[in-house]
């Protein structure tokens, strides 16, 4: 196993394990520091591909709690923003997708700084429609498309296991059509594959890993620590884009 192989491994293990805990952030903890070591161009698609995993293990064991309705205006609009996503990712440059990637991990600490679960609402095409483009854009661009569908999550007001249940689903169909677009633009090189290969694995173990630790520990605490840990890693990748 090369270093670079070893560090996917270790960054994605760790992914898994934080989306284990909170259902979260575990590709905003894995993305800026593979990005230390592996080209951002190779990072992104490479995450697209371990987010599939990640997300596929979620909605494995939380897919009964899935509200199947409003998984419809999230896909439509998944769809058309995924393929703007790849045209967005196809012509920035290095160092503009390195600054957007880390604008977004600090403004998604900040979103959940501020967020609050709002009464339970009925489900909206329109709204869901809007996230569901702008998960598919940021997620095939940047690969973090948390941000948008959560804050839909929080607008209709659903329970932790319904969230986990329905946007569990939501991020693994996304996922894989985000692959598959970025597959037929050729965008899986040698290199992507062979650090899949690691990191597939890591992911999934560190999601397994997470689920008996879960009951023992302060799930409050952990994501405190967890938005610091990504507020930081959204600075270094500032400061590598302006560097």
């Known amino acids: 196993m090369d270093i670079n192989a ?10 898994g394990f934080v989306s284990g805990v909170t259902g979260i952030g575990g590709a905003m903890v894995a993305v800026p520091v593979a990005a230390l070591f592996i ?15 990640m997300d596929g293990s979620l909605a ?3 897919f009964r709690h899935c509200r199947v309705p409003a998984l419809w205006p999230l896909l439509l609009g998944a769809l058309p923003g995924s393929v703007a996503g790849l045209a967005l990712l196809q012509m920035l440059p290095e160092a503009v997708l390195q ?4 604008l977004l991990l600090i403004f ?4 959940q700084r501020t967020a609050r679960a709002g009464e339970r609402k009925k489900d909206s095409w329109i709204i869901g429609s809007a996230a569901g483009f702008g998960a598919g854009l ?9 941000p948008p569908a959560g804050a839909y999550a929080l607008y209709r007001g659903w329970e932790p296991r319904e969230v986990l249940g329905t946007l569990g689903i939501f991020f693994l169909i996304r996922s894989l ?13 040698a290199e992507v594959v062979h650090y899949a290969v690691y990191g597939i694995p890591a992911c999934v173990l560190g999601a397994v890993c997470a689920f008996p630790v879960v009951k023992r520990i302060r799930v409050d605490l952990f994501r405190r620590a967890l938005m610091i840990v990504i507020a930081l890693a959204g600075l270094v990748c500032l400061c590598q884009a302006l560097s």
């Open 60 to 62: 494995f064991l939380y």
């Open 108 to 111: 998604y600490v900040w979103w």
């Open 177 to 189: 059509f985000a692959c598959a677009l970025q597959a037929k633009a050729g965008l899986y090189t």
């Open 39 to 53: 080209p951002m161009h190779e990072v992104i698609p490479l995450s697209c591909i371990l987010n599939a995993a």
């Open 138 to 146: 940021l997620g095939t661009a940047t690969s973090f498309d948390g």
């Open 6 to 15: 070893l560090i996917v491994f270790l960054c994605w293990f760790t992914g």
């Open 99 to 102: 600054g957007t990637v880390g």
